[in-house]
């Protein structure tokens, strides 16, 4: 049995966690989902929203929200794991601006959702703000200003400079800010309790502490199958959305690779400090650095705040003493402290955990209409949107196999990343991928120009190819 994590959004919840009955039984459903996160309870509200008479279930190895989408720093954002050049080389020059325009839409119908489901999850969209804190980030920064604009997505990322920045975060030594308005702050465990507790109102089998040890696909005598250690579940469709979690699954251990993020968050401050420093709107904030960093104002009125930094361990690992590290948590707090020199008081949480990486990169959502088998995920830490459009995605899929939508027809649909090479190169290459962005950082902020480390990480990650 897997305890609930714990991080600040945990201790929000208006009730104590009491895990849900595991499978103890043999079932034959319409749709077995198998995880509870963004991405698996976000597809069953969108099925039920296309055909309330099906009858579905989830199981869960824990509780609902224990993996990336309990934990995450909060930001129901537009951004897209690759860039714009990539999805381009990839899959078309065409196919960019249909992806901004559903992301950049779903970040506000998210929001409509969770009212419509009465979750209080402290959503609120006051855009995000990336910060330059440097000359060269600020000509980065300013260069994405032009590519959105070319694409004609001038209004949805703007550059700030001087008043236009103190209006909105007073802060000392920046060079300059883009302004996004599509990302919206949530309390990320206080949506996906939320949803599990109204998908089991609407008669969903929500099955929790329940590990799946087998997904089987349709064959001539049966339908597509979960099988765990109290039961098994038969179906017309298994929906897989375990993100990083997939590689405790048979035969999927090299399918993503489990990359840690960890967290920090300070003790509430107080109004005066807001008053001086902003983010009146709760605007989310990063800056333009390589080893990525996110923070938000919490509805309590602290700074969330994590990032990357955290190793990648060897065989795809995960336990629950990684998401703990004293040297990443110290590096994270001198981080947040430099970006508010004037911030008082201590860190009150510290917390941390595994998302999903795929060897590209890129996100993919698949249905396997003769198996029976389906699955959404690889997100690189962008789920909190592209879990919800993953879901109604799978949704449109499932429901209206025939048909061609708007969603189906997105670059990440029916997208197969290879595997993860075998051990030691993945941990080789994927650490040294997070050595050189932290090199990279450090010849930006100390002399002042671009790192050949720079050149080297992006010539890495093309070296992953799809």
Not at 122 to 151: C, K, M, P
Not at 167 to 181: I, N, Y
Request: glycine share 10%; net charge negative; aromatic share 8%.
């Amino acid at each position: 049995m897997l305890s609930p994590p714990r991080s600040l959004w945990w201790e929000t919840l208006d009730e104590p966690v009491s895990p849900r009955p595991p499978l103890k039984e043999h079932l034959d459903v319409d749709v077995v989902i198998v995880g509870g996160g963004f991405t698996g309870l976000w597809t069953a509200r969108e099925l039920l929203e296309r055909d309330p008479a099906l009858r579905i279930a989830v199981v869960e190895q824990s509780v609902c929200g224990f993996g990336a989408s309990g934990r995450n720093g909060g930001w129901a954002s537009a951004l897209f794991p690759v860039s714009d050049w990539t999805v381009a080389k990839r899959f078309g020059g065409d196919a960019v601006v249909p992806l901004h325009r559903v992301l950049n839409r779903a970040v506000s119908t998210l929001g409509e959702a969770l009212a419509h489901e009465q979750i209080d999850g402290h959503y609120r969209q006051g855009g995000t703000l990336t910060f330059a804190r440097s000359e060269i980030q600020s000509t980065r920064l300013q260069h994405h200003v032009s590519e959105n604009r070319d694409r004609g997505f001038g209004d949805e990322l703007v550059w700030l400079n001087g008043d236009e920045i103190r209006d909105r975060a007073a802060l000392p030594s920046l060079f300059g800010a883009t302004f996004a308005p599509h990302c919206a702050r949530i309390n990320p465990a206080r949506v996906v309790r939320g949803l599990a507790d109204r998908l089991g109102e609407r008669g969903v089998a929500i099955y929790e502490n329940t590990t799946v040890t087998a997904i089987e696909g349709a064959t001539p005598t049966r339908r597509a199958r979960i099988v765990s250690r109290g039961g098994t579940i038969t179906a017309n469709y298994v929906v897989r959305a375990t993100e990083a979690f997939s590689v405790d699954l048979p035969g999927l251990r090299r399918a993503v690779a489990p990359i840690y993020s960890l967290m920090i968050a300070t003790e509430p401050l107080p109004a005066s400090f807001w008053e001086s420093t902003g983010f009146r709107n709760y605007e989310t904030f990063a800056d333009d650095r390589h080893m990525i960093i996110y923070g938000q104002r919490t509805e309590d009125n602290r700074i969330a705040f994590g990032g990357r930094g955290a190793p990648y361990h060897f065989g795809s690992s995960i336990k629950p003493k990684f998401d703990y590290d004293d040297k990443v948590f110290e590096l994270l707090e001198g981080t947040l402290r430099d970006l508010f020199p004037n911030l008082p008081g201590g860190i009150s949480h510290r917390w941390g955990g595994p998302l999903a990486m795929p060897r590209d990169m890129m996100p993919s959502v698949n249905v396997d209409h003769a198996t029976g088998l389906a699955s959404a995920g690889g997100y690189t830490g962008d789920g909190v949107v592209l879990a919800y459009v993953a879901g109604q995605t799978l949704a449109d899929l499932i429901v209206q196999p025939d048909s061609i939508t708007e969603l189906t027809s997105l670059p990440f649909v029916h997208h197969q990343s290879k595997r993860w090479p075998i051990e030691p190169a993945r941990w080789l290459g994927i650490n040294t991928g997070l050595a050189l962005a932290k090199r990279s950082d450090h010849v930006e902020e100390h002399q002042g120009k671009t790192s050949r480390a720079s050149s080297l990480l992006e010539q890495l990650l093309e070296s992953f190819p799809p």
